[in-house]
């Protein structure tokens, strides 16, 4: 086994607006211009053409959220409180492949900034981690503890609070998925935002390690992109209101950590057990308590899905765990909040979405331009709005991967439309079954 990793280093590039802006009108005045002749010539289509309107604008008023993101920075006062912050990294697993728990492992022992303590839990495993295990116990870093740990088969939720309960002293507590590496200066720049009292989680960046393996790779790659750098940065601008802080890599403050802890162990919904959804409940939590923000600068490293199978599995997961995280917060997040604001909008951008989808198949004699309309106007904005996500650039990456990149954004938008917004029903629908359906044996090597 290699347990000397090559991991990509990044930089932060700034895209300047304006020609983006001057585009974006352009854009906005064709797709306006296209549906005042639908309102003049079907009137029985002012209804969709006016909720399809109105989920454009709510679109385009995030683009603009996401382009007033900035790296958090801190004064060397601040930087030096940070310094003495207590930090323990999470790190669940189950059946993942021994080379890349290694490589995660390798990444957070040669931080810039390393963390206190890191605890690794075999969460009853199939694999052999005898080799790994015993590599970093006896390699590891001086002034960082490893610790390992192994329990039956309980769930991630049941392995982080593993590690929560064993250091009631962390200030900090950072969680990575045992197929993650991270950057050389993480943590360093994920500890930053803690400088502002307020702040009570942050996500970092996701980036995929497998980026170019295959077309599916790449489709996903391009849409969590897009998500993060619009999406998340906008609800980061918005009040520090992320709604999700990526399980690949987020850090959370202590106390809210320990304040928190029997609900996140002990959550049911309907009286089912929930399994799912532990980086948005935690995210929830902190929402709750204060702000929750994203750290550009912060970038991980994770595997995505190589498979068909895989990527329909992973996808209905989230989604049984998102519509049960959606409950919560329109229930207990205050509805004057941008919290609040940003669960309702989509929710209802989605339902809107099936309700046009349905009246424009029965009506598709006059529909179908309408769809076409849909499609090219669609295809513009969304190249225009992923223009954010090469704002992080990686060091194995050349601009022939990044313009691959750009020129398969209409592409992921229409496998995210047609495909995985489709089944989102039916994770909607069966959000009771709380079993992983992944992670049966190694799924990705």
Same mark, same amino acid.
């Given at each position: +086994? ?24 352009? /854009? ?7 549906? @005042? ?25 995030? *683009?603009?959220?996401? $382009? ?52 690794? /839990? ?13 590599? *970093? ?19 991630? =939720?049941?392995? &982080? ?30 500890? =930053? ?26 489709? =996903? ?5 897009? $998500? ?34 029997? @609900? ?16 948005? +409940? ?20 994770? +595997? ?13 997961? !989230? ?21 609040? !604001? ?5 929710? $209802? ?15 598709? &004699?006059?529909? &179908? ?20 996500? &090469? ?7 050349? !601009? ?15 496998? +995210?439309?047609? /495909? ?16 992983? /359906? ?8």
């Amino acid at each position: +086994m290699n347990h000397d990793h090559d991991i990509p280093r990044i930089t932060l590039r700034p895209v300047r607006p304006v020609a983006r802006l001057t585009v974006a009108g352009l /854009v906005l005045a064709v797709a306006l211009a296209r549906h @005042a002749w639908y309102l003049a010539e079907w009137r029985h289509y002012r209804l969709i053409t006016t909720l399809w309107t109105l989920s454009f604008v709510a679109v385009a008023v995030q *683009w603009l959220l996401s $382009w007033l993101e900035r790296p958090v920075t801190v004064t060397p006062a601040g930087q030096a409180a940070l310094n003495r912050l207590r930090v323990t990294v999470a790190v669940p697993v189950f059946n993942e492949d021994p080379s890349l728990l290694d490589r995660t492992i390798c990444s957070l022992l040669r931080q810039s900034r390393p963390p206190d303590r890191v605890h690794v /839990v075999d969460d009853g495993s199939a694999v052999d981690y005898d080799e790994v295990r015993t590599w *970093w116990e006896t390699h590891g870093r001086p002034g960082v503890e490893f610790v390992w740990s192994r329990q039956d088969n309980a769930g991630k =939720k049941a392995a &982080h609070a593993r590690v929560f309960a064993a250091d009631p002293h962390a200030d900090v507590f950072v969680t990575v998925d045992s197929d993650t590496a991270l950057e050389y200066t993480a943590i360093g720049e994920g500890l =930053k935002p803690f400088a502002d009292s307020r702040v009570q989680s942050v996500a970092g960046i996701e980036l995929a390690w497998n980026h170019s393996l295959n077309l599916l790779v790449r489709l =996903k790659s391009v849409n969590t992109l897009v $998500w993060q750098f619009i999406t998340c940065s906008a609800q980061s601008v918005a009040g520090g209101s992320v709604l999700v802080n990526r399980g690949t890599f987020a850090l959370y403050r202590g106390s809210l950590i320990r304040a928190t802890l029997p @609900a996140y162990t002990g959550e049911t919904f309907f009286g089912r057990r929930v399994i799912l959804g532990d980086d948005s +409940m935690l995210t929830t939590f902190a929402l709750g308590s204060g702000r929750a923000v994203q750290q550009v600068s912060a970038v991980c490293f994770s +595997m995505y899905p190589e498979t068909f199978s895989h990527t329909l599995r992973q996808w209905t997961r !989230w989604m049984r765990g998102s519509t049960i995280r959606n409950f919560w917060r329109i229930r207990y997040l205050p509805i004057m909040s941008w919290g609040w !604001w940003f669960t309702f909008l989509p929710t $209802w951008w989605f339902l809107s979405f099936v309700a046009m989808g349905g009246a424009v198949a029965a009506d598709w &004699h006059t529909g &179908h331009t309408f769809v076409l309309t849909t499609l090219y106007v669609g295809a513009l904005w969304a190249w225009l709005v992923a223009a954010r996500m &090469h704002a992080v650039r990686r060091s194995d990456q050349r !601009w022939t991967d990044r313009l691959d990149a750009f020129l398969l954004v209409p592409l992921a938008m229409a496998w +995210m439309t047609f /495909v995985l917004r489709p089944l989102r029903l039916y994770g909607m629908a069966t959000c009771l079954r709380q079993g992983w /359906v992944t992670r049966g044996e190694v799924e990705v090597r």
